[in-house]
């Protein structure tokens, strides 16, 4: 039987992959689409709205600040799974200006790049110059490391961090934390930290007050989701101690291309959809890696997500959806999932 249903699973991928969808199709689609988190913040609480062609004009008010993640922009990709990620990633930044509050910066978790070449970050920075929020803040992925072990990541968006590009600042009384765990990454392996940045990361934490909401943000999750794909880091549980005294943690990673959550605690973990394209969820491929849907179907797996930190006791109040259910189609039609953990 497990035989039988791995055999189906790797047919429905095949199927997927020789769907025949054409590249102005598959944009027009990705157009109505696009992809990113917003967050929007009021007392360290964070609270999540999907949003797409029907988010309210009174979505996020209430909220002390408001931020965006968008992740794994994989700028210089052209193969099937999207021939055109530049405009992919462009219909995330329409998205962002078209909000009606607009947000205070942006964060970007990494993989801005498919090959690390100078062109393919020159377009990215093109792009962005386009976003309503001028702040932008990035933690590298794997991919902005492969020419030359992040040096020319570093010398162009790793101004005033430390190591690799660890960083940590405050922003109206929430603390962020921007963590590598990319660093020497082998192919297919798990994600490090490494002593010198756990060593940082505790001195950054200590003497600041357990009432300061802590926003950690990597690439690679910083929980173990599927260890044979590489999909978690190896020495997260080492980090992840300096955090339990803090009465609310936000944990926002990319890497894995699709929304996952979990709430361990106070801390609440959140990966985010890629702008470029889905990979397989976990176990469901021979591997990991870009995947190719029918145009119909990108809507459910490349998504917008809207955050909201607001007051809620000690509760994590998180609504989080791709654009559309099984049952929708590309009409605008929004399908939320609403779910509070605490």
């Not at 078209?98 to 970007?108: M, R, T």
């Not at 944990?251 to 959550?261: E, F, R, S």
Request: net charge negative; with cysteine; proline share 5%.
């Amino acid at each position: 039987m497990p035989d039988k249903k791995q055999d189906l699973i790797d047919q429905q991928l095949q199927d997927l992959n020789n769907d025949g969808v054409d590249r102005r199709g598959f944009l027009k689609c990705m157009a109505w689409a696009g992809t990113g988190l917003v967050w929007t913040m009021s007392g360290g609480i964070p609270v999540s709205r999907a949003f797409a062609k029907g988010y309210g004009k009174d979505a996020g008010k209430g909220g002390d600040f408001s931020f965006v993640q968008i992740s794994d922009s994989h700028i210089g990709f052209n193969k099937p799974a999207n021939p055109d990620v530049t405009a992919t990633l462009q219909t995330a930044i329409n998205k962002i200006n078209a909000l009606p509050h607009q947000p205070d910066f942006i964060i970007h978790t990494g993989d801005l790049s498919q090959l690390s070449k100078p062109s393919e970050f020159d377009t990215l920075d093109q792009a962005l110059k386009g976003a309503s929020a001028k702040q932008i803040y990035f933690v590298p992925g794997e991919h902005d490391m492969l020419s030359d072990n992040g040096e020319q990541y570093l010398e162009r968006y790793g101004k005033g961090t430390k190591g690799t590009g660890w960083f940590s600042f405050d922003h109206k009384g929430v603390h962020f934390v921007g963590l590598v765990n990319v660093a020497n990454l082998k192919a297919g392996g798990m994600g490090s930290l490494g002593h010198e940045q756990l060593e940082w990361l505790e001195a950054d934490l200590k003497g600041r007050s357990a009432s300061t909401p802590i926003v950690l943000f990597a690439h690679i999750p910083l929980w173990t989701i599927y260890p044979d794909w590489g999909w978690g880091t190896d020495d997260s549980e080492q980090a992840l101690s300096y955090v339990k005294r803090f009465g609310s943690v936000t944990v926002l990673n990319g890497h894995i291309h699709q929304v996952m959550q979990k709430v361990e605690g106070k801390v609440s973990f959140h990966t985010a959809m890629s702008t470029a394209f889905p990979q397989p969820a976990p176990g469901k491929a021979p591997s990991a890696g870009p995947m190719k849907v029918p145009a119909d179907q990108l809507q459910r797996v490349l998504g917008v997500t809207d955050v909201n930190y607001v007051v809620s006791g000690r509760s994590l109040a998180i609504v989080d959806s791709p654009l559309a259910d099984s049952g929708s189609s590309a009409s605008g039609e929004n399908a939320g999932v609403d779910s509070t953990l605490g």
